[in-house]
């Protein structure tokens, strides 16, 4: 009998342990349950807005991000007022005229922009002494016109000559498609701009003049102790929306230049003829959304590194490193980054001397074979000649240097 409860409990030590053992192997991996392929995101067209023209632009690079007939010429209304305050606060910078400067309300202003007119108005009074940050307020947020005149007649002595320095100063940035006769916008022949030419205002006033910008988004003045609002509906509609403009005329319709801040992301929308002042608010805001949600910026190379350093000849160093001279920034659909495709265009013989920031070649970024931007390549350095024989020594080697280009990236 001992024997078997001997035995048996041999056997039970043996299971326990085999027990034991199983319960210390590692179990086996379960089958891993196959996920759906996740098909690429499309990106649908832009909403169909009202408006005669309008368009769609990435503030961080100036892209065009959708449009529909951005460069037909038509009245600008009071949307001229961006050029104005462009005007205005480029002189301030220049130190020509100053934000504390007592402006003199004329007759001119008086009668051409005041209450007694059917347009906009800050109520100023005549012969009164107005500072000009006042007023340049009293245009952007009242749309004042009598503000506007007084503030072209204070910064070029009279409202055609400082139509002159608005469209000297439209030249400058680009705006190919305008022509300026007053400060205010009231209605005058040979009077036009585009919403590309807008678009590129409101970029350049944003970049240039960021505090002056800020006036925009204020909801209200009051001045002769008339309060007014702003305008611009966006600005109670969305908080992100910061700016910029209204204009509306019989003739040139509800106009409408905006500009909001998502994140890192800024976009700008210009609506010209719009045939509501919710309507063109309607359109501005739909626009930018679209942008925000379906576009996305990358930037793709630094402006401190150099993207190439080709041979130099003759020079006193024998490499010349080459980069762009502000970062390069690119707006894409979402889902099209890796299609970008960026080639370098570079002399086969450099030869010395360059001085630093002077083009020796370019940079072409495209996607999908087509063109996005082209940037000049400059010399990061300055890149004097060599000595005497250097000099001779790379002429002679130049006899066997073939023509081929250097490595695009």
Not at 313 to 328: E, F, I, R, S
Request: charged share 20%; aromatic share 8%.
């Amino acid at each position: 009998m001992s024997l078997l409860r001997r035995t048996l409990s041999s056997f039970a030590v043996a299971a326990l342990v085999a027990g034991v053992a199983f319960a210390q192997q590692t179990p086996p991996k379960p089958v891993a349950v196959p996920r759906p392929v996740v098909p690429e995101a499309p990106v649908p067209p832009p909403p169909d807005v009202d408006g005669k023209s309008w368009v769609l632009m990435d503030y961080a690079t100036g892209q065009i991000l959708a449009s529909k007939d951005p460069d037909v010429r038509l009245e600008p209304a009071s949307i001229t007022k961006v050029m104005t305050d462009y005007v205005v606060s480029a002189e301030v910078a220049n130190g020509k005229i100053h934000m504390a400067d007592p402006i003199t309300i004329s007759e001119n202003a008086w009668r051409g922009g005041g209450a007694g007119t059917d347009g906009s108005t800050s109520f100023l009074k005549l012969n009164s002494q107005v500072p000009l940050k006042d007023l340049l307020f009293g245009m952007i947020i009242q749309s004042g016109n009598d503000a506007a005149i007084a503030l072209a007649e204070h910064t070029a002595g009279s409202e055609p000559a400082f139509a002159n320095l608005m469209n000297a100063y439209a030249k400058q940035l680009g705006m190919v498609n305008s022509n300026f006769q007053n400060a205010s916008g009231y209605p005058i022949a040979n009077h036009y701009t585009t919403a590309r030419d807008i678009a590129i205002l409101s970029r350049a006033l944003i970049h240039d003049f960021p505090e002056d910008y800020a006036i925009s988004a204020v909801k209200d003045f009051e001045w002769n102790g008339i309060k007014q609002h702003n305008r611009n509906l966006l600005l109670w509609r969305d908080q992100t929306v910061d700016g910029i403009k209204t204009g509306h005329t019989a003739a040139a319709g509800y106009c409408l230049a905006a500009s909001a801040k998502q994140g890192d992301s800024r976009m700008i929308a210009i609506v010209m003829g719009a045939t509501s002042e919710k309507s063109r608010a309607d359109a501005a805001l739909a626009l930018m959304n679209y942008g925000f949600r379906f576009y996305e910026t990358h930037k793709l190379y630094d402006a401190s590194k150099p993207l190439a350093t080709p041979r130099l000849w003759k020079g006193k160093d024998n490499q010349l490193p080459l980069g762009v001279a502000d970062d390069v920034l690119v707006t894409v659909k979402r889902g099209e980054y890796d299609k970008l495709k960026a080639t370098m265009d570079i002399p086969a013989t450099l030869i010395a001397p360059f001085t630093k920031g002077q083009q020796v070649g370019t940079l072409r970024i495209t996607l999908n074979g087509q063109p996005v931007q082209n940037v000049p390549l400059i010399a990061q350095v300055e890149a004097p000649q060599g000595g005497f024989f250097s000099r001779l020594w790379d002429s002679i080697m130049l006899w066997f240097h073939s023509d081929k280009k250097p490595e695009t990236k």
